[in-house]
C-alpha cells in the first residue's frame, strides 16, 4: 500500500482487479476509455466497493457527485489510481422520495465535506456520517430546497 | 466643504470585502499595493477593520450568507464613507447574474436596503486593471469635492 | 478542562475572502476545530447546466480567478473525451504555457502571502514583484492578465505566434535568477526554519485519509501528480520533475512550492522551443450523449470535473470540484496540538483557496462564547513569535 515516486509495478489491469476483488457485488463495469472505468454496484455495496478500491488498490477518493434522474439519485464516487493512470467511477443508486445512502466518511475523512454537500443540494441523507450538518448553504436556506434537484432551486 | 469629505479625500484607507467572488479582484486588489502599483505612495491602504476605514472595497456578486454581514460591516464603517463595488460581478452580477444563492440584488441594492443615501461608486471589468481601479479612485475623489 | 473556542472571520484582509473558522483552544494550544464554508457559494454547477458546452469554459474559468486556467482545461478535457475530439498538437503545447505561466504566478503569489504571515513582508513585496513579468507574459500570449480563455473545446482559442517564444525566453531567465535569490532567502534563513519546521505537520496517512491533492499531498510524502498520473496537454512529450517532500511540514510545504516554479521554467522553455507548427483547432459538432471525467493539476492540486451529456446543448450535469475543496479539510489534522501563534502559517501552508471550495475567522472562550482573538489577533501573534525568534539567534 503505497504511492512513491515512480509507478507502482501493478498485477493485472485495474479493470481486472476490479473483477476479481468484487466478484458478484459488480452489477456493470464498462471502459469507454483506457483510462476511465465506470463502474455499477447495488446500494449498500459501494462501501465495499470504496473499502476495497481505498485499501487494497490504495485508491484517492477525488470527489463524488449526484445525477438527478425521475425516480432516483445516482451517486457516483471517483476514485483515482494514481499509480494506474486511471480514474475509477462506483456508481450506485438512492431511490426517491427519501433517497439515503451509506455514508463513506467513516472510513475515508476526504468523503466528509462532500457528502454534506451532496445532502445540501440534492436531499440524499448519508446514514452513520460523522456531521451532518448544513455545508454549503446559506443560513437562512429552507431545509426542504435542494437547489439542483431537477425542476430547479425555487 | 465639509470638513468630513475634505478629511476623506486626502489619505482613503480602504477595508476590503470579498463578497462571493472569484479571487480575481480581489488579488488585482492586492496587487495595488504591491511594488509595481504601489497605492501607498498616496496614503491609500488596506486596514484590518472596517471601523478605521474610509472606502469599502467590494468584490463578487453578494451571495444569501454574505448580504447580512455585508450590511453589519457597512454598518461599522464610520460615516460619511465611499462603497466601491469592484468588478462586474459587485456592479451587475455578471457571469452570475441568475445564481439561486445570490442575495435579493447586488450590492448596491444590499447597501440601499440599509442606507439609502449611501455614496455607491462602480468600477466595471472582469477584473478591472489596477490602472482601471487607480482611475476610479481618483475620478470618485474628485467627484466628492 | 478549561476550551476556549476562537473564532476567526467571515472577513479578513488579507485572506481576501470569507470563510469562518473556529479554533478551539485550551490555554495556548488548538484542540479542534471547524470550518464554515457558504459565503462563496455562487451555484456554478446549477448555472452550468443553463450555458452552451462552448460558453462553460468561461463560467468556470470565473470558479477562481488563480486557476482560471485550469478549471476549463479540466472541463474542456472531459468534454473532448465524451466527444472523442483530438485536439492539434500545437494547441497542447499552447494548453501547456498557459498553465505552466499560471503555477508560476500563483506559487509566487503564494511564497508572498506566506512571508506576510511570518511578518516578513520583504518576502511579500519581493514575491509579488517578480509575478508581474509572469502576468505580463500571459497578457503577451493570451490577451489578459487573469482569466485568459485561452483554451476551447476542440484546441485553443489564440495563438502564440512564433516571434513571442524570444521574448518569454528572456523573461524567464531573468525571472529564474530572482527565484534562485528568493529561494535562498526563505529556505536559507534560520529564523524560518525556526518558524516553518516541524509546524503544521500533515503525516502521510492523514494526507491519504484526507484525499489531499497537489504541494500538500506532495510535501507530505504523496509524489502524486496528474501532469505525471494521467498525462494530458504536451507533460508527456517534455522532460520535468516531480517534486516532492517527506515531512509533511510548512517548511516542506515551501520547499515543494518554491522548487516547482524551476520546474515550471524548464517547461515553458522546452514548450516554446519546441512549439510545433500547425493548426490551433479542430472543427466540432455538436456533443454526443454520455458521460466524461476530466483532470488537470491546478497549481494547488487536482481539479476535477464531471460532465454529463444528454445530447442537448448544455451539459445535463456538470460537477466541479477544486483542490482547495480536499486540502481544507486536513487543516483540522496539521492544526490540533499546535500553539495559537503557528496557526495562521499552517492554515497558509496548505495554500487555501474559498472561492475555489465555494472566508472568516476568530476564536471564542469555549465557556463564554466570547471572542478572544480576530485573525488579525492571530496575524500578530505569528509575527511577533518570528521577531521574538530574531532577537534570540
Not at chain 3, 498557459?98 to 506559487?107: I, K, M
Not at chain 3, 530572482?178 to 532567502?185: I, N, Q, S
Not at chain 3, 512550492?257 to 510545433?276: D, V
Not at chain 3, 490551433?280 to 451529456?309: D, K, L, N, Q
Request: net charge negative.
Amino acid at each position: 500500500m503505497s504511492l512513491q515516486t515512480d509507478h507502482e509495478t501493478s498485477t493485472g489491469a485495474p479493470a481486472q482487479k476490479l473483477e476479481r476483488g468484487l466478484g458478484p457485488r459488480l452489477l456493470r463495469l464498462e471502459q469507454p476509455h483506457p483510462n476511465r472505468i465506470y463502474l455499477t454496484v447495488a446500494p449498500g455495496d459501494h462501501v465495499a466497493a470504496a473499502v476495497f478500491l481505498f485499501d487494497e488498490l490504495s485508491a484517492r477518493l477525488a470527489t463524488a457527485s449526484a445525477v438527478d434522474h425521475r425516480d432516483h439519485l445516482e451517486i457516483n464516487y471517483h476514485f483515482a489510481l494514481d499509480g494506474d493512470r486511471c480514474v475509477v467511477t462506483v456508481k450506485t443508486f438512492a431511490p426517491k422520495p427519501e433517497p439515503h445512502l451509506e455514508s463513506l466518511a467513516r472510513m475515508i475523512a476526504g468523503a466528509e465535506w462532500i457528502e454534506r454537500e451532496i445532502a445540501d443540494l440534492f436531499g440524499c441523507r448519508f446514514d452513520g456520517h460523522p456531521r451532518p450538518e448544513r455545508l454549503i448553504l446559506a443560513d437562512d436556506w429552507p431545509a426542504d430546497r435542494h437547489p439542483l434537484r431537477r425542476g430547479g432551486p425555487s | 466643504m465639509n470638513w468630513r469629505i475634505w478629511a476623506l479625500q486626502k489619505s482613503p484607507w480602504v477595508y476590503h470585502v470579498n463578497a462571493g467572488a472569484c479571487n480575481n479582484c480581489d488579488i488585482e486588489v492586492l496587487e495595488l499595493l504591491t511594488p509595481r502599483f504601489d497605492v501607498e505612495r498616496f496614503g491609500i491602504t488596506l486596514v484590518g477593520s472596517p471601523r478605521h476605514a474610509d472606502a469599502l472595497l467590494v468584490s463578487g456578486i453578494c451571495t444569501r450568507q454574505i448580504a447580512p454581514r455585508l450590511q453589519d460591516l457597512y454598518a461599522q464603517t464610520p460615516k460619511p464613507c465611499v462603497v466601491f463595488c469592484i468588478g462586474t460581478c459587485a456592479c451587475a452580477r455578471g457571469i452570475f447574474h441568475d445564481s439561486y444563492h445570490a442575495a435579493a440584488g447586488p450590492v448596491d441594492e444590499v447597501i440601499r436596503a440599509v442606507d439609502p443615501a449611501a455614496t455607491i461608486l462602480y468600477i466595471p471589468g472582469c477584473p478591472p486593471k489596477p490602472e482601471a481601479m487607480i482611475l476610479g479612485v481618483v475620478k470618485a475623489l474628485r467627484a466628492l469635492a | 478542562m478549561t476550551r476556549t473556542v476562537l473564532p476567526i472571520g467571515p472577513f479578513h484582509p488579507l485572506q481576501e475572502e470569507a470563510e469562518f473558522f473556529q479554533l478551539y483552544v485550551d490555554g495556548e494550544t488548538v484542540v479542534d476545530m471547524d470550518v464554515r464554508i457558504s459565503y462563496n457559494h455562487r451555484g456554478i454547477e446549477d448555472i452550468s447546466t443553463r450555458r452552451t458546452f462552448d460558453q462553460v469554459p468561461y463560467l468556470v474559468e470565473r470558479v477562481c480567478g488563480i486557476c482560471s486556467a485550469s478549471h476549463p482545461l479540466a472541463y474542456i478535457q472531459a468534454v473532448e473525451e465524451l466527444a472523442g475530439i483530438t485536439p492539434p498538437e500545437r494547441s497542447l503545447y499552447l494548453r501547456t504555457i498557459v498553465n505552466e505561466l499560471e503555477r508560476l504566478h500563483s506559487h509566487l503569489l503564494w511564497v508572498g502571502l506566506a512571508g506576510h504571515f511570518l511578518g516578513y513582508n520583504t518576502v511579500f513585496m519581493w514575491a509579488w514583484k517578480y509575478r508581474e513579468p509572469v502576468l505580463d507574459l500571459l497578457e503577451a500570449t493570451t490577451g489578459s492578465r487573469i482569466n485568459y480563455a485561452n483554451a476551447k473545446i476542440g484546441g485553443s482559442r489564440r495563438d502564440i505566434p512564433n516571434e513571442l517564444a524570444p521574448r518569454i525566453l528572456s523573461v524567464l531567465s531573468e525571472l529564474e535568477g530572482k527565484l534562485e535569490m528568493l529561494t535562498g532567502a526563505v529556505l536559507d534563513d534560520y529564523v524560518l526554519h525556526l518558524r516553518t519546521k516541524g509546524v503544521g505537520v500533515l503525516s502521510r496517512e492523514d494526507a491519504r485519509d484526507y484525499c489531499v491533492t497537489g504541494p500538500t499531498a506532495r510535501a507530505s510524502g504523496i509524489a502524486i501528480d496528474v501532469r505525471r498520473d494521467d498525462p494530458y496537454a504536451a507533460y508527456d512529450r517534455i522532460e520535468w520533475n516531480v517534486i516532492s517532500a517527506a515531512e509533511g511540514d510548512v517548511f516542506a510545504k515551501a520547499k515543494v512550492r518554491l522548487l516547482e516554479c524551476f520546474e515550471s521554467i524548464k517547461i515553458i522553455r522546452q514548450c516554446a522551443r519546441q512549439l510545433p507548427e500547425g493548426p490551433i483547432e479542430v472543427p466540432v459538432a455538436a456533443i454526443p450523449p454520455g458521460e466524461a471525467v476530466g483532470h488537470v493539476e491546478a497549481p494547488r492540486g487536482e481539479t476535477f470535473h464531471y460532465v454529463v451529456s444528454d445530447g442537448g446543448p448544455c451539459p445535463a450535469r456538470h460537477k466541479v470540484r477544486a483542490p482547495s475543496y480536499v486540502n481544507i479539510p486536513s487543516f483540522k489534522a496539521a492544526c490540533v496540538g499546535q500553539p495559537l501563534a503557528d496557526v495562521t502559517i499552517a492554515l497558509a501552508a496548505v495554500d487555501p483557496c474559498y472561492s475555489c471550495t465555494e472566508r472568516l475567522a476568530v476564536a471564542l472562550d469555549a465557556r463564554t462564547r466570547r471572542p478572544l482573538y480576530t485573525f488579525d489577533d492571530l496575524v500578530r501573534l505569528s509575527q511577533e513569535k518570528t521577531a521574538r525568534l530574531a532577537r534570540e539567534v
